[in-house]
């Protein structure tokens, strides 16, 4: 399949966005952090309105572009379903945020409910993707892959803008370790996934195009995360994801979030961008024509 990129850039900005947020929850509930509060939650907002102009450039019929929404189960109504709450929880945060004051804790109810809609935004996107026609798509791994962005890129930002205020480098250290842990080993676990899934695709024989006769059928042979234009991304993927494995565990050792947070966030963010990359390129039919 084409890589479609508006389509790439939103998913990532949305892990970025709902990642951010769930590590605010996560930070409220045990109280840590306050300080970071505001500016995470500020970050946690612009990235969502760049996902989602980004998604826009994906409808290329302005004239119609609200005709997507017109049934409840549609990926892009569900998508913007999830979008409107988690941006209800938002102001909510920012109410609280408010009248607590830099200083002030949040209660452990909108904390919980801060991490719930994160979770259910990420499983809400990745789920649009799912469709047994596209069996590299097709499973639950994929909604994990996500997840383990969303995890390693909100738990990197965190930190950084925590430090930024003088806060919380131990508890930071301990959310970066299994943030970008469970990225790397979902990333991993999602490329052999998608590599298994070439049995599922059919080889065809005989096939004739009009509009390009002289065009070879796809062979399902070439449909693999580890062979051709495909394996540079693949191995780009898995090797950021490792290199923010690395940044967690030396921003935990020195305490240092600076430098290792940001290097973290890079790292998780073009891990992300080149695992999408890799999921368009696998994106083929069960029966791979072109």
């Known amino acids: ?3 479609q990129w508006p389509l790439i850039l939103f998913t990532t900005f949305m892990a ?5 947020f769930g590590a605010q929850g996560l930070y409220a509930l045990r109280g840590e952090g306050a300080k970071a509060q505001m500016s995470a939650l500020i970050t946690s907002f612009v990235l969502l309105v760049v996902g989602g102009i980004a998604v826009f450039m994906h409808l290329q019929h302005w004239e119609r572009i609200f005709n997507g929404f017109g049934h409840i189960t549609s990926g892009i109504t569900q998508e913007l379903i999830a979008i409107v709450v988690m941006v209800v929880v938002m102001v909510l945060f920012f109410v609280y945020l408010r009248r ?6 949040l209660p452990s109810w909108l904390a919980i409910l801060a991490i719930v809609v994160a979770v259910a ?3 809400v996107c990745a789920h649009s ?3 047994a026609s596209r069996p590299a798509w097709n499973n639950i791994v994929q909604i994990g892959s ?4 969303g995890c390693a890129l909100g738990a990197s930002t965190m930190a950084l803008l925590a430090q930024l205020k003088g806060e919380a480098a131990e508890y930071s250290g301990k959310v970066n370790l299994i943030g970008h842990g469970l990225n790397a080993a979902l990333t991993v676990i999602y490329v052999i996934v998608m590599g298994a899934s070439t049995s599922a695709f059919f080889s065809v024989a005989n096939w004739f195009d009009p509009t390009s006769p002289t065009r070879d059928v796809t062979s399902s042979a070439s449909l693999s995360p580890f062979a051709g234009d495909v394996l540079p991304f693949t191995a780009c993927a898995i090797i950021a994801a490792l290199v923010g494995v690395v940044a967690a565990y030396m921003g935990k050792k020195q305490g240092e979030w600076k430098t ?10 073009v891990a992300a961008l080149c695992l999408r990359v890799v999921f368009y390129q696998m994106g083929a039919s ?5």
């Not at 970025?16 to 951010?20: E, I, K, P, Q, Y």
């Not at 607590?100 to 804790?105: H, K, T, V």
């Not at 290792?260 to 963010?269: D, E, L, P, T």
């Not at 069960?286 to 072109?290: A, D, E, R």
């Open 1 to 3: 399949m084409e890589l």
């Open 16 to 20: 970025w966005s709902a990642g951010l």
């Open 100 to 105: 607590a004051g830099e200083e002030g804790a």
């Open 121 to 123: 935004l990420l499983i």
């Open 129 to 131: 993707y799912m469709m």
């Open 146 to 149: 996500i997840l383990g962005a």
């Open 260 to 269: 290792w947070g940001a290097i973290g966030v890079v790292a998780a963010f």
């Open 286 to 290: 069960v029966f791979p024509l072109y």
